[in-house]
């Protein structure tokens, strides 16, 4: 035939049809252009035959004995092994409503009998190369989910596997990516004299971006916690300048770095926009004191100067420090967490361990989103001074 292709072609298409001289005229003409092609009388044959060797395409028609082509397509569409495969009905019927059922059970085009060969070969072009751009498209996000699967295992190594934890105090820590990869990050970092550097961050962002992004964050703190390590204003000023010198994505950090120093329990403060930590007293009755603001987040001017805080942590004292995933939770309703319900659920645990807190409040967010999708990414620490 003239438009006959040269090229070898892979592609197996299952042609279905009672009528035996239509089976051969299709089957002659397609393989003629290099198809693969399977001939069967039946649907009963057609299922059969497609659950062996599912094919690349389905050429069906519509008026069968025993069983007719929609019921075909439908048990197709029902198979998992082969509801991706497209099917094209080729049938006599030429009244709307069959077509509407056509397309309703899954069939992706219609063609009138009597047909004309360059349009069937036309359209089974048409879909064939849908269903290699689908499965390209299907192989390049199965391949990029497990290259974010990576990242986040990469990520997770990042984080203290054992926290830093003082003679003395308690220490937890918890981070629930909404998705592989996390813009979020908490720390504890060992400073000279015994002290430590607390840390819990957040990058005002999602994906991949976020993801390289706080790695970038969490490496600066760390170094300059380091260079400067009774200074957490100087901490965050260094970071902040490296990031507006080096990175020019528009993305920006909340950082609240803190410096404990166990043998006194003072505690030295930046809060670069974060939401702010609960300092609970041991003492009843004392309500909880926010940790609040002191400067802007990182990585939005540099002309941002932050200031540093004291409190005082005494004995039985606890801090709890979280990102916005925790607050900002949302329910199936729509409705937020919230601080309330965090400093409630807090209050009620108040005498038990760390470990136990931390479970408390992540339970509680848990319950309170029930069915809800996890829209960020959750971050928790828990710090208490033993009594």
């Known amino acids: 035939m003239s438009n006959q292709r040269t090229e070898a072609v892979s592609e197996n298409i299952l042609i279905v049809d009672d009528t035996p001289a239509n089976l051969r005229l299709l089957a002659q003409m397609l393989t003629e252009q290099g198809y693969g092609v399977r001939a069967v009388t039946s649907g009963a044959r057609a299922l059969a035959s497609a659950r062996a060797a599912p094919p690349d395409l389905v050429l069906l028609d519509i008026k069968m004995p025993g069983m007719n082509g929609y019921e075909v397509c439908e048990q197709l ?131 991949v971006g976020a993801a390289l992004f706080m790695t970038l964050s969490w490496i600066l703190i760390r170094s300059y916690a380091m260079e400067y390590p009774a200074e957490p204003q100087r901490v965050l000023r260094a970071v902040n300048d490296r990031i507006l010198a080096e990175i020019d994505t528009g993305q920006f950090v909340t950082v609240f770095y803190g410096i404990l120093d166990p043998s006194t329990g003072n505690f030295t403060y930046c809060n670069a926009g974060h939401p702010p930590p609960y300092l609970y007293s041991a003492q009843p009755g004392d309500a909880a004191q926010p940790l609040t603001k002191t400067g802007m987040a990182l990585g939005v001017t540099d002309t941002e100067a932050w200031e ?45 361990s760390a470990r136990e807190i931390l479970d408390a409040v992540l339970t509680g967010v848990r319950e309170f989103a029930h069915e809800a999708v996890q829209s960020d990414d959750v971050t928790l620490m828990v710090v208490i001074r033993d009594a």
Do not use: C
């Open 77 to 207: 569409k029902a198979d998992p092994l082969t509801r991706n495969i497209p099917v094209i009905f080729i049938s006599a019927l030429d009244e709307i409503q069959d077509k509407v059922q056509a397309f309703s059970v899954g069939g992706v085009d219609y063609i009138t009998k009597p047909f004309q060969f360059k349009e069937v070969l036309a359209r089974t072009e048409t879909h064939l190369s849908l269903r290699k751009l689908q499965k390209q498209l299907r192989d390049a996000n199965r391949k990029m989910e497990q290259e974010l699967a990576l990242a986040g295992k990469v990520q997770s190594s990042f984080l203290p596997g054992d926290l830093s934890t003082p003679a003395g105090w308690q220490i937890a820590a918890a981070l629930k990516p909404a998705r592989q990869t996390s813009g979020d990050f908490y720390d504890t970092i060992s400073l000279p004299d015994g002290r430590l550097g607390l840390v819990v961050a957040d990058v005002v962002d999602k994906g």
């Open 308 to 352: 540093q805080a004291t409190a005082q942590f005494g004995p039985g004292d606890l801090l709890v420090l979280y990102s916005d995933g925790v607050t900002d939770a949302e329910s199936v309703q729509g409705a937020s967490f919230g601080h309330e319900r965090l400093k409630a659920r807090v209050g009620a645990s108040l005498g038990s």
